[in-house]
């Protein structure tokens, strides 16, 4: 299980002997995997600024695992085609040994191996002092992630709204990457070429009749150039003149005129600003999104396949034999620095947890702060349960009117403001991993 609890019971002999008993029936009954999680003596204060941090640590906890989880979940969007990969990117970097602080280290490790970084927040500084660096590194994190998914969504928004453009049947999708110059007259003072759109079971009629739809329709002058499921798009040529009397004769038999006139200068305009967008998306940011293949349309996985006719060899407009082949999985600055900020925002994270732990035990047990934090990972979640019976039945000592609390929910804990069944004879707190859920 990607579950902890982390709790802390006196370090006086009867309560020592009380966590070795737990650790016996524990194991025994094959309930959690058991550790001691290491906690260093900060300067304490007073009673007063440990009740301050105590419920500005609650709601700094719940502002870190909040934003450990947006960076996990921009993780999966930043690598799309490769989220079976994602849990490989998100680990925590050294923090094991001084000698292991450049290694990559997975989360359960790190925090079942947990050290304090003494370096990066220092243990003689004050207690407040301490939780003000994190505050402000977390803080920090949060407003760079913002900016920098920010950036993300709007290329892939600009990404995704040229690509809408060429999904959808040949009555709406954009035409500039299924046709080429030399399927219309160009340059004519007189001629021009129209794109018809001629359903399947009407091929026959449309080859009999356009040349008889108005005058000046320019013989032999069609050509099928691409299909969707329902229909074609044909070239017809014929004088500028007769253009909108063609339309109209074209409405009545059921053939429908595709307002589009070749612009060589827009259309390479808009491969070009695609090629733009696919090449930031992969440069920036971590992507195998694109493999654009021979003979088929420029976007992958259309709803509607429209498939370019003429010469087999001839490629879909605008497309090179660089871009057909499958992008690579380069690894962006988008990427690299979710991995490096998740990193320092979970053992952030995990620095609060200790230090809530701190804060609770002394208030809970007083001073001078003598007391053991124990880490435990029940084993599975039906278990959960009787651990929890365990604990009780271990630390009932502790706070008799909580023990009894937990096995009656009706019982009111006088003066205290959480609910019951929040409260427990130790001290208790919950670590889940499960970032991705």
Known sequence: ??????????????????????????????????????????????????????????????????????????????????????PENLLANGGLKEKMKYLKID????VTHFEWDMAKYPAKQPLVSVVDTLAKQLAQIETDLKSRTAAYNTLKTNLENLEKKSMGNLFTRTLSDIVSKEDFVLGSEYLITLLVIVPKPSYAQWQKTYESLSDMVVPRSTKLIAEDNEGGLFTVTLFRKVIEDFKTKAKENKFTV?????????????????SRLLSDKKQ?????????????????????KVTPLGNP??????QTDRERESE?????????????????????????????????????????????????????KSSTKRLREVLNSVFRHLDQVAAASILDASVEIPGLQLNNQDYFPYVYFHIDLSLLD
């Not at 920036?284 to 003979?295: E, I, N, P, W």
């Open 1 to 86: 299980m990607s579950e902890f609890w982390l709790i802390s019971a006196p370090g006086d002999q009867e309560n020592l002997q009380a966590l070795e008993r737990m650790n016996t029936v524990t194991s025994k009954s094959n309930l959690s995997y058991n550790t001691k999680f290491s906690i260093p003596d900060f300067k304490v204060g007073t009673l007063d600024s440990l009740v301050g941090l105590s419920d500005e640590l609650g709601k700094l906890d719940t502002f870190a695992e909040s934003l450990i989880k947006k960076m996990a979940q921009s993780v999966v969007e930043v690598m799309e085609d490769a989220k079976g990969k994602v």
């Open 328 to 380: 690579g999985e380069g690894e962006g600055p988008l990427l690299r620095w979710l991995k490096v900020n998740f990193s320092e925002a979970f053992i952030a994270w995990i620095h609060l947890k200790a230090l809530r732990v701190f804060v609770e035990s002394v208030l809970r047990y007083g001073l001078p702060v003598n007391f053991q934090a124990v880490l435990l990972q029940p084993h599975k």
């Open 107 to 110: 989360l359960t490790s790190f």
């Open 284 to 304: 920036q940011y971590q992507t195998s999104c694109v493999a654009l293949k021979k003979g088929s349309s420029t976007f992958p996985d259309h709803k509607v």
């Open 258 to 274: 595709r307002e589009f006139y070749y612009d060589e200068k827009e259309i390479k305009r808009e491969r070009e600003e695609m």
């Open 313 to 318: 060899d001839r490629p879909a407009a605008g």
